[in-house]
Nanobody
Framework: QVQLVESGGGLVQAGGSLRLSCAASGRTFNIGALAWFRQAPGKEREFVAGILWNAPTLRGYADSTRGRFTLSRDTTGNTVYLQMDSLNPEDTADYFC?????????????????WGQGTRVTVSS
């Protein structure tokens, strides 16, 4: 089994930046893809960005985050970072990382079977 731990959330003003981390442990050799999702109060969980585990240059972003958010992977430590710039209040949500075995970047929450506990991001106007 794989375990995921997110960190880095917090309160930031509009226009500011945050960097979230997702640390994977356990049977990481089983990871095919890792993705970040977010869920705002009263809304469904939505795809933010994702990366293929063993091909970290292959990344995908939601239309709402492309150009503002950047994914990277620390291959030595099994950690994926989500750099979030130009944040706005609409980015306020709980952010989760998730993994799947398939080496394909799914954009639906149903595509992922292992989830972290989440980290909260609040952007004030």
């Amino acid at each position: 089994q794989v375990q995921l731990v997110e960190s880095g959330g917090g309160l930031v003003q509009a226009g500011g930046s945050l960097r979230l981390s997702c640390a994977a442990s356990g049977r990481t050799f089983n990871i095919g893809a890792l993705a970040w999702f977010r869920q705002a109060p009263g809304k469904e969980r939505e795809f933010v960005a994702g990366i293929l585990w063993n091909a970290p240059t292959l990344r995908g972003y939601a239309d709402s985050t492309r150009g503002r958010f950047t994914l990277s992977r620390d291959t030595t430590g099994n950690t994926v970072y989500l750099q979030m710039d130009s944040l706005n209040p609409e980015d306020t949500a709980d952010y989760f990382c998730a993994v799947r075995r398939l080496r394909h970047l799914g954009r639906s929450a149903d595509d992922y079977g292992v989830w972290g506990q989440g980290t909260r991001v609040t952007v004030s106007s």
